[in-house]
């Protein structure tokens, strides 16, 4: 039972544009969500996170929009860069007791010079 | 600040071996993961330790799968025997506590061929 997902398995953007990556949940209980970038051969490196009383977090360049009702979240990087190709993974955790965090399947973006 | 150790790199084997991988998870930090990510999927959690003491193992196949947390701070998963679709990378990762905002800190991982 895939709790979260990641529908696309690939993205390709051109640099300077918008990449947007989606996610959606089914847990209800998920009340904070956290985005992870993973480069080849490297173990997967927090970016940005929402907790479930904001819609919005932004950072720099990413911002994560988070829609409760529709248990979707996207995650928006503006302008993308070459150095952001990546596998973005989507993450939740639910409130209480000790963190478990389940991940999505991941999006692979390759931003095009 | 020194990250998340884990050795080794690589590994190949074949099946019905076993096989040892170790961590070092980064100072201070009370949480310790181990995730399981098989190509093309996400990190599954297999085991999560709170200190020295286990708070979820529930997704860990435990026929085959076992791990430690000495003294609350290394730790060590062994796989015995290996199954060919064991192979993967297994990620160890730690965060400070279990406050949802203390994010996981991923090492490099072990990548596991089992042939």
């Known amino acids: 039972d895939q709790q979260v997902k990641q529908n696309s398995p690939s993205l390709s953007v051109q640099e300077g544009r918008i990449s947007i990556l989606n996610c959606d949940y089914t847990?209800?209980?998920?009340?904070?969500f956290l985005w992870y970038k993973k480069y080849p051969a490297e173990g997967p490196t927090f970016l940005i996170s929402i907790s479930s009383i904001k819609d919005k977090n932004e950072d720099g360049r990413f911002t994560v929009f988070l829609n409760k009702s529709a248990k979707h979240l996207s995650l928006h990087i503006v302008p993308s860069q070459p150095g952001d190709s990546a596998v973005y993974f989507c993450a939740a955790t639910s409130p209480g007791g000790y963190q478990k965090v389940t991940f999505g399947t991941g999006t692979k973006l390759q931003v095009i010079p | 600040e020194a990250g998340v150790a884990q050795s080794p790199r690589y590994k190949i084997i074949e099946k019905r071996q076993s096989v040892a991988f170790w961590c070092n998870p980064i100072?201070?930090?009370?949480?310790l993961y181990w995730y399981q990510q098989i190509l093309g999927q996400g990190p599954k959690l297999l085991i999560q330790f709170q200190n020295n003491g286990v708070v979820d193992d529930s997704q860990l196949p435990k026929d085959r799968f076992s791990a430690e947390r000495l003294k609350g701070v290394d730790s060590t998963l062994k796989i015995q025997p290996a199954k060919l679709e064991d192979s993967a990378v297994y990620l160890c990762?730690?965060?400070?506590?279990?406050?949802?905002?203390?994010?996981?800190?991923f090492g490099q991982g072990t990548r596991l061929t089992v042939v």
């Open positions: 847990n209800s209980m998920f009340d904070y």
């Open positions: 100072s201070g930090h009370a949480t």
């Open positions: 990762a730690s965060s400070l506590g279990d406050r949802q905002e203390s994010r996981a800190f």
